[in-house]
């Protein structure tokens, strides 16, 4: 019998503790950088920004009653228009 039989009470069970202080090491790597890639890419400024038309939210603004019947009709006619 080994001395880490007796201690231990079997090599695979310090085996096993040594697999183990490898990959919790690399998976809080492996989190942390996931972590600062997301912060990265959530705080760029640089983003495209999402394209729509004017008449587009124009209708969205009257479909959350941000306008009402005749601003609605006023501004969807000048956009219609044009400058």
């Known amino acids: 019998m080994m001395w880490w039989d007796r201690a231990c009470g079997s090599a695979y069970w310090t085996a096993g503790w040594g697999v183990m202080h490898a990959i919790i090491p690399l998976t809080l790597l492996a989190f942390l950088v996931f972590g600062v890639i997301l912060l990265v890419r959530k705080g760029r400024s640089d983003a495209p ?16 009653g941000d306008l009402d019947r005749e601003e609605y009709l006023q501004k969807r006619k000048d956009l219609e228009v044009g400058p």
């Open 49 to 64: 920004l999402e394209k729509r038309s004017g008449l587009e939210i124009l209708d969205e603004r009257y479909a959350r």
